[in-house]
């Protein structure tokens, strides 16, 4: 069973940054695409990061140019730094495998605010 365990939230100013890590256990993380999702109170969970084995990544408009998703797979470890921050990203944070969901973590709070 893999197991996911997201850090590196906070609350910031708009404009400001932050990098998300997400421990991964498992020896298929290397080969497995992975993804960071977010929840906003009363929204449904939605993916803003994928990134393939080889390292292709893919973001939709709503954090495109902002967010960049990286892995290291020698640290089993999948990151996401997150530029220009908007009030409207605040979410609890979570990491997973897009194509063959495993557990949630508990996720990491972001707070965007002034």
């Known amino acids: 069973q893999v197991q996911f365990v997201e850090s590196g939230g906070g609350s910031v100013q708009p404009g400001g940054s932050l990098r998300l890590s997400c421990a991964a256990s498992?020896?298929?993380?290397?080969?497995?695409?992975m993804g960071w999702y977010r929840q906003a109170p009363g929204k449904q969970r939605e993916l803003v990061a994928t990134?393939?084995?080889?390292?292709?990544?893919n973001y939709p408009d709503s954090v495109k140019g902002r967010f960049t998703i990286s892995r290291d797979n020698a640290k089993n470890t999948v990151y996401l730094q997150m530029n220009s921050l908007k009030p409207e990203d605040t979410a609890v944070y979570y990491c997973n495998r897009p194509f063959s969901l495993g557990a949630w973590g508990r996720g990491t709070q972001v707070t965007v605010s002034s």
């Open positions: 990134i393939t084995s080889g390292g292709n990544t």
């Open positions: 498992g020896s298929i993380f290397s080969i497995a695409a």
